[in-house]
């Protein structure tokens, strides 16, 4: 027994000293521009809010707090985490010894020969193995398994805030046909009063027969537009109610698209703060602190490794003397390693570096990414701005004409081919203004989610910290 209690005390030891093979991991050093090129405003404020509320609407707020708790992509995200979790507990088993037990009996005459008479053995005894990680291949294990969760926890954070932009700019999209619905009927109405006009004008013999077909073609236009919309509703309303994890349903708004106020200017903040903000560029790191402890793991199997057993029980002939009959151990330890498996394990340790780095590249080509979304996303908002502001006056200037070039045809001053002009103009002037609005819109979600901003809660963000 004594000699058990040697052998654990100095595998113990040999486990507490032991070093770990393989290269410590190091935070990708990456250089980050200065300033993004087209962000006029210099603060540092990291953007770190609840962003969808700025727009104030209740039922966007519904939306999208019922997608988080619903959508299937956030629960299978949920579920891996769960599974991360775990897997962490599983393989920091591996590094402690594990203890059983053995229970059994044998009776008979035969033992590899047979015997002259019959004999009965029994046994019972609790039985101890570890087999010690003196090169840190374990606690290398245990380091890539909590990598993996970190990087399963960025990885939903990364899957929510994609959802919310998804939701939001859905729902916006919604806004924009119910919008242009309006406008579509809004025409179909007005066109369809013109035309009874026109019918009436052409019966008596004041506008000629092609003064009517033109007039017909309008009111044409306008109608095959009304159920073009409507089909534009629907489907929006299907993409909107899967993001929402629910079956197809219409979706309840009560804002229109025009009435809906523009965040204000968005401190960008500084671009290094990217790195920190964004979970897609810290699941990417926490990827690669994964594969870096591999490479440890692999050093560390071309290594012999050292496993202690040792058993106390008790055995006998007769069950009766079972616990009277004196106790029995046993002690035993075993190396073992590889001797020549033709370059196997050296191998395996290369593919481990190779893997590690691409993954250092996949990190760079995801920070990369980061970085072209907010510029992206910075130049469309500062466009999309100036062109609004033309989109307005090529509105309002169009249903001006529209309503001058009525009231000169009314007259008999122009012909019928001007009121034509301005009512195609002024239609299609409403929609691409309408269209606008909901670009800019989406360009604020877009640079939103590119800054990596929208915690969903306190406890998330203090989660957040934590883990950072």
């Known amino acids: 027994m004594k000699k058990i209690l040697a ?25 980050s521009p200065e300033k993004f090129r087209f962000d006029s405003l210099a603060t540092d404020t990291v953007v770190n809010l609840q962003w969808w509320k700025l727009f104030n609407d209740p039922i966007l707020d519904t939306l999208i707090s019922t997608a988080l708790k619903e959508n299937k992509d956030v629960l299978v995200a949920a579920a891996r985490i769960e599974a991360a979790r775990a897997n962490v507990g599983y393989t920091s088993a591996d590094q402690y010894p594990s203890l059983g037990y053995n229970v059994g009996a044998t009776s008979g005459n035969y033992m590899g020969a047979k015997l002259p008479e019959s004999s009965n053995s029994f046994f019972a005894y609790p039985e101890l193995s570890w087999e010690i990680g003196f090169w840190g291949k374990y606690r290398r294990l245990t380091e890539a398994a909590q990598a993996d969760l970190l990087a399963s926890s960025y990885g939903m954070r990364t ?10 700019s859905t729902y916006f999209e919604l806004l924009k046909n119910k919008e242009k619905l309006l406008i579509a009927e809004n025409t179909l109405a007005s066109r369809d009063s013109g035309l009874l006009i026109i019918e009436e004008r052409y019966k008596w013999g004041i506008v000629a027969e092609i003064d009517l077909n033109q007039s017909q073609v309008q ?17 929006t309303e299907s993409s909107l109610s899967i993001l929402l994890g629910n ?3 219409a979706i309840r708004t009560v804002s229109r698209l025009l009435n809906m106020e523009f965040p204000p200017d968005i ?6 703060q990217l790195l920190e903000r964004r979970p897609d560029i810290k699941q990417a ?16 199997m071309r290594w012999p490794s050292l496993s202690l057993t040792g058993l106390f029980g008790a055995a006998s002939n007769d069950l009766s003397t079972l616990t009277t009959g004196g106790f029995a151990w046993s002690a035993s330890g075993s190396v073992l390693g590889p001797l020549f498996q033709f370059g196997k394990n050296k191998k395996r340790a290369e593919i481990a570096r190779y893997q590690t780095e691409v993954l250092l590249y996949e990190y760079e080509n995801t920070v990369l990414r980061a970085f072209k979304d907010v ?46 002009d301005s009512q195609r ?3 299609d002037a409403e929609l691409d203004y309408t269209q606008t609005r909901l670009n800019l819109l989406v360009e604020y979600i877009k640079l939103y989610k590119a800054l990596g901003g929208g915690w969903l809660s306190p406890e998330q963000e203090q989660a957040a910290n934590i883990v950072q």
């Open 7 to 31: 052998l654990l005390i100095l595998a113990l030891i040999i486990y507490l000293t032991g070093c770990m093979l393989g290269p410590d991991f190091q935070k990708p050093d990456y250089s």
């Open 375 to 420: 510029e992206d996303a910075l130049i469309s908002i500062k466009t999309l701005k100036e062109e609004l502001v033309a989109q307005d006056m090529r509105n309002k200037a169009a249903l001006n004409a529209l309503m001058l070039s009525e009231n000169r045809y009314s007259l008999g001053e122009t012909s019928y081919l001007e009121v034509l």
């Open 285 to 300: 790191e926490a990827l690669l602190k994964a594969q870096n402890a591999q490479i440890g793991v692999a050093e560390a």
């Open 219 to 235: 009111r044409a236009i306008s109608a095959a537009a009304v159920p073009l919309f409507s089909r534009a509703i629907s489907l």
């Open 267 to 272: 401190p960008t903040g500084l671009p290094s």
């Open 159 to 168: 899957i929510q805030i994609s959802l919310i932009s998804s939701v939001a």
């Open 425 to 427: 103009q002024a239609f």
């Open 247 to 249: 079956n197809t349903q």
